[in-house]
């Protein structure tokens, strides 16, 4: 059975930071381009980061979190991680890593749509003012 678990959600103060982690089981995250989203209550989910594979293995960053957020891979552990810094009120959200078996869809601007295959259950991220 494939699947995605992440942790390293909590509870940090404004200008914290948090290192979350996708970690896998049943399939190797570097087959994969592996992105992070997130989502408020009452607000549409939105996209994070990515990281690509194979040909591609560029990073990629939605503007509000350019400059905070770090992604990165730890094959060893078969991970994804997203590096929060300088943390504010509005990243809080839950946030969760999704697979690709292509690319990272929704950053690079390719034709075609290819949605995501795998999803995790979420990490609660809170930031207080």
């Known amino acids: 059975e494939m699947q995605l678990v992440e942790s390293g959600g909590g509870l940090v103060q404004a200008g914290g930071s948090l290192r979350l982690s996708c970690a896998a089981s049943?399939?190797?995250?570097?087959?994969?381009?592996i992105a992070w989203f997130r989502q408020a209550p009452g607000k549409e989910r939105e996209g994070v980061a990515c990281?690509?594979?194979?040909?591609?293995?560029?990073?990629y960053y939605k503007d509000p979190v350019k400059g905070r957020f770090t992604i990165s891979r730890d094959n060893a552990k078969n991970t994804v991680d997203l590096q929060l810094s300088s943390l504010k009120p509005e990243d809080t959200a839950v946030y969760y890593c999704?697979?690709?078996?292509?690319?990272?869809?929704?950053?690079?601007?390719?034709?075609?749509?290819?949605?995501?295959?795998?999803w995790g259950r979420g990490t609660q991220v809170t930031v207080s003012s």
């Open positions: 999704a697979a690709n078996a292509l690319y990272c869809y929704g950053y690079v601007q390719l034709e075609g749509k290819y949605e995501y295959d795998y």
């Open positions: 049943g399939l190797d995250l570097d087959d994969w381009a």
């Open positions: 990281i690509g594979h194979r040909s591609d293995g560029g990073t």
